[in-house]
């Protein structure tokens, strides 16, 4: 990235998180980024201000229909949360370093905690559609990394530890969860992010369970580098909409991915929810760190 490039980024993150200083009413602790198909996941939220992209200076504004262009703030369980409703993705033709501009943003008005949600297409047979899975680890698989080019050290280290990308005590809070809400199809694996637009082929579906990976989507690691790299704690989750098996290949539906995706929404819903409402098994860990 040229120097002139690279400092017009930085110059309009902060312009960015200046303008949200002034303008909202509390500043989140939790964000809660959703996926394809979860926008509706916001009704659980007690809404107190919907700002639509287009009306925060430099948010880049989402290009796919089935994102709606909301930043929503409210409280969750009495958590101060920020609701990601839409997000952007590399094949739209974004940079990583715009796909994770909101997610830098809010990490610099003090955001602690990112939930990142996506539908996602399932490669271990295993899964059944219509499955959670709390992500425990991912391939990136983009060929860019977010924070490619000068590093803000104010932001974060040069080389930021990725040992463990998603909380491990979090992950064990969502499945402990899971299991206490009585929802049984909740499992945990590896996501890969592919660049998209187009689905995968059989032999790369192939190849893809062969590295190791459990479910492939076109989102979600750039924004979870950039969380890690400003400090936040992650958890992911997918929700395995269609199940990808290369001997018996069958074509990948967008309307089946959203139709999905909408019916495990209440579940994810009930799942997050649970979580929240028991942050105090993870709060010190996690809120309290300088
Ligand atoms: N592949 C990639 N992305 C997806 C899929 C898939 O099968 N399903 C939902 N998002």
Redesign the pocket.
């Known amino acids: 990235m040229a120097d002139r490039e690279f400092s017009d980024y930085v110059q309009r993150v902060q312009e960015c998180v200046a303008k949200l200083r002034d303008t909202l009413p509390f500043l989140p602790r939790t964000v809660i980024q959703l996926g ?1 198909g979860l926008g509706d996941f916001v009704s659980r939220i007690d809404t107190r201000l919907v700002l639509p992209y287009a009306d925060i200076p430099h948010f880049p504004v989402s290009t796919v229909e089935s994102h709606q262009g909301n930043l929503i703030l409210g409280y969750l369980e009495g958590e101060p949360v920020a609701a990601l409703q839409g997000r952007f993705h590399f094949y739209e033709g974004y940079s990583t370093r715009e796909i994770t501009f909101p997610v830098r943003v809010l990490s610099l008005l003090g955001a602690r905690l990112l939930l990142v949600t996506n ?3 399932g490669l271990n047979p295993l899964i059944a559609p219509g499955s959670i899975m709390v992500i425990r680890d991912h391939l990136n698989f983009l060929g860019e990394n977010p924070l490619r080019g000068p590093n803000i050290d104010e932001w974060g280290p040069r080389f930021p530890d990725l040992s463990t990308p998603y909380h491990p005590a979090l992950i064990k809070t969502a499945l402990d969860a899971a299991r206490s809400c009585g929802l049984v199809k909740v499992i945990s694996g590896t996501y890969v992010c ?1 660049p ?1 637009p187009s ?2 082929t059989p032999a790369e579906t192939r190849w893809l369970r062969d590295v190791g990976a459990d479910a ?3 989102s979600t690691v750039p924004e979870v580098i950039v969380a890690r790299h400003a400090g936040m704690e992650v958890l992911g989750f997918s929700v395995v ?2 199940v ?1 098996d290369p001997d018996n290949f069958q074509p ?1 539906l967008l309307e089946d ?1 959203i139709r999905t995706a909408a019916k495990v929404t209440p579940q994810l819903q009930q799942l997050i929810v649970e979580i929240i409402a028991h942050r105090q098994s993870f709060t010190a860990q996690i809120f309290q760190k300088s």
């Open positions: 394809t539908a996602a297409g592919i998209g689905l995968e492939v989507g076109m909409s269609n990808n990948i991915i």
